[in-house]
Nanobody, 120 residues
């Protein structure tokens, strides 16, 4: 079992920044690919960013490329999402997810989510 706990969400003005954190339980965090997803009210959950188990490869949705940065600290069992130049359309519940198969398209475990609200 893997438990994921997100933190760092909140209310920010457009143009501002937030850093989300996702702390994972378990001793094999460094073996997992990790991803961030988001779901806005009335919309389906969408992919935001992913990072390989080693941190050597990162992937982003076009809508956040150049503004968001995903990173990980395997010593702390934590993955981060640095969000800059936030826009009102970034408002959503943000979820982190773990892929124990290292496949960034398939995730086994999900966190409970953290709310990000960007005011205009």
């Amino acid at each position: 079992q893997v438990q994921l706990v997100e933190s760092g969400g909140g209310l920010v003005q457009a143009g501002g920044s937030l850093r989300l954190s996702c702390a994972a339980s378990g001793r094999t965090f460094s073996n997992y690919a990790m991803g961030w997803f988001r779901q806005a009210p009335g919309k389906e959950r969408e992919f935001v960013a992913a990072i390989s188990w080693s941190g050597g490869r990162t992937y982003y949705a076009d809508s956040v490329k150049g503004r968001f940065t995903i990173s990980r600290d395997n010593a702390k069992n934590t993955v981060y999402l640095q969000m800059n130049s936030l826009k009102p359309e970034d408002t959503a519940v943000y979820y982190c997810a773990a892929s124990t198969t290292r496949n960034i398209k398939e995730y086994d475990y999900w966190g409970q989510g953290t709310q990000v609200t960007v005011s205009s």
